[in-house]
């Protein structure tokens, strides 16, 4: 399998797509562009009114007492809308009437639509509630790390958020008794997780003994802080405990009997499913943004698991290690020097060097960008309500309104789990150069329509977010050959997981957990417990663990054949701004995308013009 592009690509993708070189628009195209985006920010706006929850992840301060509608009405009055909506589109405008940036912004928006209705087809084959984004866990993260209280009117709104979780989890339940008629049922591992986090949430004051429960301290926490009179804040704070214990409590235990009295599923792959091998098509083509099947993917994998397990034995000899790969493997999960304690101290030390990783990279990013976001950045430890359900490190974007910095969270739970030689490519993918790079940026595009300044593809996502541990290579990062290898563990990973989820999920080989999760255990240096979490986060997304190494390795290969093409006129700099320069794409689109720069750009220095880059501002 391969993904290469060759100059008749380049050529195909341009010919329909770039502006002619030198020729400025005329008003007519640039006078319809601008009645399109006028009418995608009306649609955008129209879209975001429905969604008081991303309102609060943009940091806008509206409608901050209510939660998001859940329920199966919702769904089909949003299909309803959005057919409509795309109907409306084709009869408004013409595709070839706007500029080049408007055709992007025409084709984008048809094609999120068009995703959008496809999506409606498998709304039951989720799982409501699972260890990875489950409302169980969606419900106390936002309002511990979304909803702010600067004042009482906050306050008061939190409150009322509170008062408000019953309603949003007896919609949940009601999907979930839908799902389950149509034969839609979990794992059995799921419910275990599921039933952690909904105890967790409801542990503590008022509940029992102890400590207060998380959203209990949270709230009460937030008001301690805040500047209004004591006996303000005493009737807030009595109002936040009622609201915990008649609201909260009752919910989450009706949640809690909810999952118990479910039947777990009979696999853990979606094929098991009903229609689950077209459904698994649709995840991964929604997912990767290419045509590109099941077997198809897991051959690549095969592949490059191969190729990388190679470079990794070039390290092994380096080190002068005697032993086989499995056994330098064995070592690399054992050996205490290459891991923290499991203290407080550990976990502190862990931060504090994760930080200066940081620091360093945000030193020389000149190097490869041109333009920078004004978001910053912030390295968090997971909370512990759920840090046992979560992943290792992860990301979380920035308010673009409220000035909410962007967050690189890493999971201090097992520290076993998170070895020293794997901080440096984690903290390049997760934060910078990677995903807060990728995300702020986008986020602070000006004159871009809206959905695409926030949308997302993850291919593109992860794909960027993958070629930044892979970049500072090539720039003389990773001098510790401990730390090389674990850019090449990580890589291994990505790579494995194209094996994994297509062994888990398609048909054709219709894995078991435990034989996912022996397969990474024998392929990878990665502790055990890593993957167990790792398959069984696979295996409640499908598809998604797909787009990462699909994702990089097109980043890659657009990127050497411009430099091809260019020759001394390649400019790194003006590569990324480039790719990051249209938000979040499609990886057909971002084809495009690049080659109209290649080729603009070699006409432009033909005529002697300098200095084209990505053509955009940021605030």
Excluded at 321 to 341: C, I, V
Excluded at 402 to 407: E, F, M, Q, S, T
């Amino acid at each position: 399998m391969t993904l290469r592009v060759d100059r008749r690509q380049f050529l195909a993708a341009t010919a329909a797509f770039a502006l002619p070189v030198g020729h400025a628009s005329a008003q007519g195209p640039e006078a319809e562009t601008a009645r399109l985006n006028g009418w995608l920010e009306d649609r955008y706006q129209f879209w975001l009114n429905r969604s008081p929850m991303t309102q609060a992840y943009l940091g806008l301060k509206t409608n901050l007492d209510k939660w998001d509608e859940v329920s199966e009405a919702r769904e089909a009055e949003d299909l309803a809308l959005t057919q409509d909506e795309l109907a409306e589109a084709k009869r408004l405008f013409s595709a070839s009437a706007f500029t080049p940036q408007g055709q992007l912004s025409y084709r984008l928006y048809v094609d999120q639509c068009e995703r959008r209705i496809g999506r409606y087809r498998w709304r039951f084959h989720s799982y409501p509630v699972n260890q990875m984004f489950g409302w169980q866990q969606e419900i106390p993260t936002f309002l511990m790390n979304i909803h702010r209280v600067a004042d009482r009117d906050q306050a008061e709104a939190y409150i009322a958020r509170l008062a408000g979780i019953p309603k949003l989890i007896d919609q949940v339940i009601e999907r979930m008794r839908m799902s389950e008629a149509r034969g839609v049922l979990a794992p059995k591992f799921v419910y275990a997780n599921v039933l952690r986090d909904c105890r967790n949430v409801i542990s503590g004051g008022p509940f029992g003994g102890g400590k207060a429960s998380p959203l209990l301290a949270d709230i009460t926490g937030k008001i301690g802080k805040l500047d209004i009179a004591e006996p303000e804040k005493r009737k807030l704070r009595a109002d936040a405990l009622r609201a915990v214990r008649g609201a909260v409590g009752p919910a989450y235990r009706k949640l809690i009997a909810t999952v118990e009295g479910q039947s777990a599923g009979t696999a853990d792959g979606v094929w098991h499913l009903p229609d689950g091998d077209a459904y698994y098509a649709f995840c991964l083509k929604d997912q990767t943004t290419t045509d590109m099947t099941a077997e198809e993917i897991h051959a690549f994998g095969v592949e490059d698991v191969a190729r990388i397990r190679d470079e990794m034995e070039a390290v092994k000899t380096r080190v002068k290690f005697k032993g086989s790969l499995k056994e330098f493997f064995e070592y690399m999960r054992t050996d205490a020097q290459f891991y923290y304690p499991q203290t407080e101290e550990g976990k502190a030390a862990y931060l504090a060097d994760a930080q200066d990783i940081l620091d360093t990279m945000k030193a020389r990013l000149d190097e490869l960008f041109i333009a920078k976001p004004k978001a910053e950045l912030v390295l968090k430890a997971v909370e512990p309500f759920r840090e046992q359900s979560a992943t290792s490190a992860f990301y979380e974007a920035p308010g673009a309104f409220d000035g909410r910095p962007g967050v690189f969270y890493v999971n201090t739970f097992d520290m076993h789990g998170q070895p020293k030689y794997e901080m440096e490519s984690l903290a390049y993918h997760e934060a910078i150069p990677g995903h807060h790079m990728q995300i702020s940026i986008a986020q602070e595009l000006q004159d871009m329509p809206k959905f695409r300044r926030f949308g997302g593809f993850t291919a593109y996502i992860e794909g960027w977010g993958l070629y930044c541990e892979r970049m500072p290579k090539e720039m003389g990062f990773y001098k510790n050959p401990y730390s090389d290898f674990g850019r090449l563990t990580n890589e291994l990973w990505r790579a494995c997981r194209l094996v994994v989820d297509t062994g888990l999920h398609g048909s054709a080989w219709k894995w078991s957990r435990e034989q996912a999760i022996a397969y990474l255990e024998d392929m990878t240096p990665n502790a055990a417990v890593d993957c167990v979490n790792s398959v069984e986060r696979y295996i409640v997304m499908p598809g998604q663990a797909t787009s990462y190494k699909i994702g990089m390795t097109k980043i890659i290969e657009l990127r050497e054949a411009a430099r091809k093409f260019l020759g001394s006129k390649f400019d790194l700099r003006e590569f990324h701004d480039v790719v990051l320069g249209s938000g979040a794409l499609p990886l057909d689109v971002l084809a495009e995308v690049v080659a109209t720069w290649v080729i603009r750009k070699q006409t432009a220095e033909r005529r002697g013009v300098q200095g084209i880059g990505a053509g955009r501002t940021l605030r």
